[in-house]
C-alpha cells in the first residue's frame, strides 16, 4: 500500500477554496481521492499543506466565500486531528529538522522546474517530509499526490 503525501495544490482544490480550485472540473479530486482510499493508501496531509491553504482561504476577496471555506477547511483539518477523516497530519516541525531545512534552503530556491518554476520553504518541506516516509517505510510507495510538476518527480517505488 501506498503512501501519499498531500500537496497544498491537491488540498485547495479538495476544499474547493475560490481562486485556488478547479472549476472545470470540481469533482475529479474527490473522485481521485475516493479511488486512493479504496485502494488503501495512507493520505498524509503535511502541517505545510494545512498552513498554505490556510493562507490561501485568509486571501480570498469575497467574504462570504472565505468564511465558507474557512469553515471547510477547520472541519477537516479537525477530522484529521481526531483520526476521522482519510487524511493524517504529520508532525509539525521539529528544531533539529527546521535547521537541517533551513541550511538546503539557499541551494533549494536556486533550482526550478522544466517550466522554470521556483519553489519556496514550503516545497521544500514537503520533500523532506517525502524523504523521511521514505526512511521510515522503504518497501512501500511514497510520492506526492501535487499539481506542480517539480513535487510530481518525488515517487518512489520499491
Known amino acids: 500500500m501506498s503512501i501519499c503525501i498531500v500537496d497544498t495544490s491537491v488540498l485547495c482544490e479538495l476544499l474547493r477554496v475560490p481562486g485556488k480550485h478547479s472549476r472545470e472540473k470540481p469533482g475529479e479530486f474527490i473522485d481521485e481521492m475516493e479511488r486512493r482510499i479504496e485502494a488503501g493508501e495512507t493520505l498524509l496531509l503535511p502541517m505545510t499543506a494545512i498552513l498554505e491553504a490556510g ?9 462570504r466565500e472565505r468564511r465558507e471555506a474557512a469553515e471547510r477547511f477547520v472541519n477537516q483539518v479537525r477530522k484529521a486531528l481526531d483520526g ?8 509539525f516541525f521539529e528544531r533539529d529538522a527546521l535547521a537541517r531545512w533551513l541550511g538546503e534552503f539557499p ?9 522554470g518554476k521556483r519553489s519556496g520553504f514550503g516545497d521544500l518541506s514537503i520533500v523532506e517530509e517525502w524523504h523521511r516516509q521514505r526512511s521510515l517505510h522503504p518497501t512501500r510507495r511514497v510520492y506526492i499526490w501535487t499539481q506542480d510538476l517539480r513535487l510530481k518527480a518525488y515517487d ?3
Open 55 to 63: 493562507n490561501h482561504i485568509g486571501q480570498v476577496g469575497n467574504g
Open 84 to 91: 476521522k477523516s482519510p487524511f493524517t497530519p504529520t508532525p
Open 107 to 115: 541551494n533549494w530556491v536556486q533550482q526550478s522546474d522544466i517550466k
Open 156 to 158: 518512489s517505488k520499491p
